[in-house]
Structures are given as C-alpha cells and as structure tokens.
C-alpha cells in the first residue's frame, strides 16, 4: 500500500525547512536565514504514533512570475500538492498575514485536500497571534515553534487524522541511484527523463539544483529511489559558508548511501580535472558507477571521435579502469533508454558471487604466469581466496605476510578476476590477510 505523502508548502523564510529537519530526523533540507534557499521538492520519511509517512518540503512561494526561477518553484510545488494526501500550510506568526499568504492560501483552497495551517515561530506560545489568521479561510490554526520544537506533536496528531492507520512497507529493498557531477552537465535534465515528468528544476543556471532530491520510482518490478544532486565545482570555488557547500556535503553524502552512482559528464568539456576529482570520491567510496557522457549530440563527429574519448576517460580513469561509460544526450533522447539497462547490469555485476573453487583456479593460474616478487627479501605465498561480500564484491586473500603484497601484484591479481569473472562497473575490494600455514583449516 502507498505511503501517506504530506508536504509543507507557504511562501520563504516561515521555516519550512527547520519543521522538515527536526520531523525526518537528520539534515536534508538546506536552512538558513535568505528566502528562497529550499527550490525543489525534497522527500523525507517519517513516523509519528505507528503512522508511516512521506514528508515533502518545497520551495517557497512568493508569486513573482516574470521571474523564471520563481515559476519553477511554483510548478514544483504545484506537483507536490497535487500529488500530496494532506498539505501543511506554514505562515510566520512574528510578520503575520501577508499577501503572499493569501495568494497560498487562494491555491490551497482549488486543491481540495486536507489542510493543516501552521503558524510558526511563536516561540513563547504567543496564542494570541494565531487568530488573525482565521482570516486564510483554511482552517483552524496551530501553533509551532520549529526551532525549539513546541507544538509539534499537536500538529502531527492533526495531521495524521486525515489518513488511516496502516503497517507500510519502508522501501528498504529500493535501489538508490545516485545522480552526480558538475554544474550544469545535465544531471536534472537525465532525472526527469528517466522519471518521466519534471520533478527537478532544470536551467540553463548553473547550479540550479542545491539539495540532493530523493524521488521513488519503478523500473522492471523493482523499486529505486533517484537522488539528483547538487553540481559539485572545485573547493576554491566555494564560499565556505556558502549555501552552495552546504549542498556539496550532501551531494557526498548522496554518495555514501548510493547502491550506484551515475557520473555525468558534459561532453563539450571532454574530461575535465574535476569531473576525475569526482569519479575518484565516487571509486574512493567503493561504489559501482557508470560514466555518463552527456550533451553528446552537440558533438561534431566523425569515425575517431568515440575512440578519442574512450582513450581520455581510459588515461583519466585508469584507477577505475573496471568503468563503464554511455553516451547520451538528455535533449534528444540518444540512448537515455539505455541507462536503466546498464544500471541492471552493473548491479548485477556488484552483486555477483563467484565460488572459492573458482576464484582459487582464478588466483591459481594468474600465479603460474606471473610469480610474487621479492619485497624485503620476503616471498609472498597465496594460500586460497574467498568471496565473503557483495556491492562491492569483497574477496579475501590468505597470504603469508601480508606486508610482502606489493600494491602492483594486488592490482595483477583484480585484473586477473576481472578477465576471469564479469566485474564491470563495479569495484572489487580485496582485503589481505596474514595466515599461518598451521593455521590453515
């Protein structure tokens, strides 16, 4: 059965965000004190008395619509509210009734759901505030202090009258699929193509998304949740207590959580020092990824240009040498359908289990061809191997003095695996253990 989806919506700077934070537990809204911060729609999970739910924070709106950023923000959470079970409508009790106020409100009326009008920052319960907001025609209002957490309990009581009671599935077998790379490569615009609708900004504003966006989708039967990032752009770029950094940590922690990475690339740049920087946390993390060339139709082409790439990313790379790339284009729809395939396959790669009897016939023959050096004065001897993991596929080689494995004859012994056993996309991660052979059962 769905989740129960709740999203807060009201115009910048009523604390939006702060109420998202503190209900879903950990920082994935930007807050701070500049309207506008929060652009798109930004997903949490949250419980409240046995009730599963989806919270959702939007951008915040101020009805300006010459401006094109402003109209995003506005379709943005028109999307949220349509799709959304219950809306809570934040207005500031320390300002008051704006006219933005009113033009939320006018909005929330046409959309016929469920209501919660929260007035917030009232932080030393200030009930006489609440009352001239009567004048919204929403509803009764409720008062919150965000910031100091007073009145959220009430509130979520409220809101979770307005759906049943249900035992919901925590998607915990969905696939996180993260979305990185620098600003303006594309990354928003292969999200919305493979969602099938504009659930992103997308600009030509570099930069134009500042939060990681976590959206659920299905592909095949199988469940996958979607995080787009932040551009990521060099650190001298980057103000230190700049909003734009604040989104850049998270795009690092989009990568930690990730099961696959796409790493998107603007093919009119070629390969840049950064797009490797970004490929390297990407491998650092040990996670299976995908180069994804994008912009390609803008390239002028003839029968060397796909080999001149693929030797750059092949220099550039040569540390994730198992990658593997595609070339797209997210405004013509060049082999974007081959993305979700690709993606099968890599976390089939991630996943796959090869037995120890065949890895040590692997380890065995790639012995034979090339022997340990000497280091030290000390002969390395390979007892067996065996898989103990997946994602990344985790193989443990018993030796006899692990400070005798030279970091080149590690990398002899993956290469080998990898000509023997379909790795590609994925990393594998070889850990080396010291064993005595007495010791060995």
Request: net charge neutral; aromatic share 8%.
């Amino acid at each position: 059965m769905k989740k129960p989806l709740v999203a807060i919506v009201g115009r910048p700077n009523v604390g939006k965000s702060t109420f998202f934070n503190k209900i879903c537990g950990r920082r994935i809204s930007i807050v701070e004190d500049t309207p506008g911060v929060t652009r798109d729609r930004i997903y949490g999970d949250a419980e409240w008395c046995g009730y599963n739910f989806s919270l959702v924070d939007t951008g915040g709106l101020d009805f300006n619509y010459e401006d094109e950023m402003q109209q995003n923000i506005y379709n943005q959470a028109k999307i949220a509210i349509d799709l959304a079970d219950v809306i809570m409508f934040f207005v500031d009790g320390k300002e008051g009734i704006t006219n933005n106020d009113k033009e939320v409100a006018s909005l929330l009326r046409k959309s016929r759901k469920p209501i919660v009008l929260v007035v917030n920052k009232l932080d030393n319960n200030e009930i006489e505030k609440t009352y001239e907001f009567y004048e919204l025609n929403i509803g009764e209002p409720m008062l919150l202090s965000a910031e100091q957490g007073k009145g959220i309990g009430d509130i979520l009581d409220e809101v979770v009258k307005h759906f049943n009671k249900i035992e919901v599935d925590p998607n915990a077998d969905a696939i996180k699929i993260a979305i990185v790379g620098r600003p303006n490569a594309g990354k928003s615009s292969i999200t919305n193509k493979i969602l099938g609708e504009e659930r992103v900004v997308v600009s030509n504003v570099a930069g134009t998304t500042r939060d990681a966006i976590d959206t659920p989708f299905r592909y095949n039967g199988q469940d996958y949740i979607l995080i787009d990032t932040a551009g990521m752009r060099k650190k001298k770029n980057i103000e230190s207590e700049s909003i734009e950094r604040y989104s850049i940590l998270r795009s690092l922690e989009a990568i930690k959580r990730a099961d696959i990475v796409l790493i998107v690339i603007d093919s009119q740049d070629f390969v840049t020092e950064q797009d490797v920087k970004i490929a390297g946390i990407v491998h650092e993390e040990n996670k299976p990824s995908i180069i994804v060339m994008n912009k390609w139709d803008t390239i002028e082409k003839n029968d060397r240009t796909i080999n001149k790439y693929i030797k750059k990313l092949d220099e550039d790379l040569s540390f994730m040498s198992y990658y593997k790339s595609i070339f797209v284009s997210a405004k013509t729809g060049q082999r974007l359908s081959n993305i979700m395939p690709t993606v099968e396959e890599v976390l089939e790669n991630a996943n796959r289990r090869v037995t120890t009897g065949v890895l040590n016939d692997i380890i065995s023959d790639a012995v034979s061809v090339n022997q340990p050096p000497m280091i030290r004065g000390k002969k390395l001897k390979l007892y067996y191997a065996t898989q103990v993991g997946v994602k990344p596929p985790t193989i443990v080689l018993f030796v006899n003095d692990a400070s005798a494995m030279h970091f080149s004859y590690e990398r002899y012994l993956e290469n080998s695996i990898r000509k023997a056993i379909d790795f590609s996309g994925t990393p594998i991660k070889l850990v080396i253990k010291q064993k005595a052979e007495d010791q060995l059962e």
